[in-house]
């Protein structure tokens, strides 16, 4: 069955300051990929995604991922943080009837 | 594009009591998912509709959980009777396929 871990519960760094968020995934065949954002209060922001093709993909909000089928990994980076990037972040896996597999998420806070 | 709506945002009830809870997806998307966020926890599928027919709901509590989706479009999500592990955000997604979900904002249910 598919799965994603991501280690870090919360994590934070200084504004400023680059960022990874850790993701791992556990599916049989090449993955559907996508990292969410939520904001407190707020709904899940789709941020990137990944079907196929070139394995760094570029989002929104100055994200980017890269899948690295050898680890099983989908890492989130960001060069440069920002005080508005404070949120919890969710690696998600695409199911085979065309759902999401979220993991448990990882907080983040920056400190000014 | 108009978003995913869902109502009420909040609601607080008593365990045993009832609540209902209803969202209308991005027009033209076959796909509905209601899915259930535990505080601190990633959100978890709960029920997935194609039109007006179920796709997967193998993790619904049929026992106290029910939905519907009249007419392949609008959806409710009901409990009753409520337990105080229900407390949660409900989030509603609507989607296209290729497993690309457009959240709402959630519903966020207390059970005392």
């Known amino acids: 069955a598919q799965s994603v871990t991501q280690p870090d519960i919360h994590i934070t760094v200084s504004e400023g300051a680059s960022l990874e968020l850790r993701c791992n995934y556990s599916?049989?065949?090449?993955?559907?990929l996508f990292w969410y954002v939520q904001s407190p209060g707020q709904g899940l922001q789709l941020l990137l995604k990944?079907?196929?093709?070139?394995?760094l993909v570029q989002g929104i909000k100055g994200f980017e991922a890269e899948f690295k089928r050898s680890q099983s990994s989908f890492n989130l980076r960001k060069p440069s943080v920002h005080w508005s990037d404070a949120a919890e972040y969710f690696c998600?896996?695409?199911?085979?009837?065309?759902?999401?597999?979220f993991g448990k998420g990882t907080k983040l806070s920056v400190k000014p | 594009e108009a978003g995913v709506a869902q109502s009420p945002r909040y609601k607080i009830i008593e365990k045993r009591q009832s609540v209902a809870f209803w969202c209308n997806p991005i027009?033209?998307?076959?796909?509905l998912y209601w899915y259930q966020q535990i505080l601190g926890q990633g959100p978890k599928l709960l029920i997935q509709?194609?039109?007006?027919?179920?796709?997967?709901d193998s993790q619904l509590p049929k026992d106290r959980f029910s939905a519907e989706r009249l007419k392949g479009v609008d959806s409710t999500l009901k409990i009753q009777p409520a337990k105080l592990e229900d407390s949660a955000v409900y989030l509603c997604?609507?989607?296209?396929?290729?497993?690309?979900?457009?959240f709402g904002a959630g519903s966020r249910l207390t059970v005392l």
């Open positions: 997604a609507s989607g296209t396929g290729a497993n690309v979900l457009t």
């Open positions: 599916y049989g065949a090449t993955p559907y």
């Open positions: 990944y079907f196929s093709g070139d394995t």
């Open positions: 998600a896996v695409g199911g085979s009837q065309g759902n999401l597999i």
């Open positions: 027009s033209g998307h076959a796909t």
């Open positions: 509709f194609q039109n007006n027919g179920v796709v997967d």
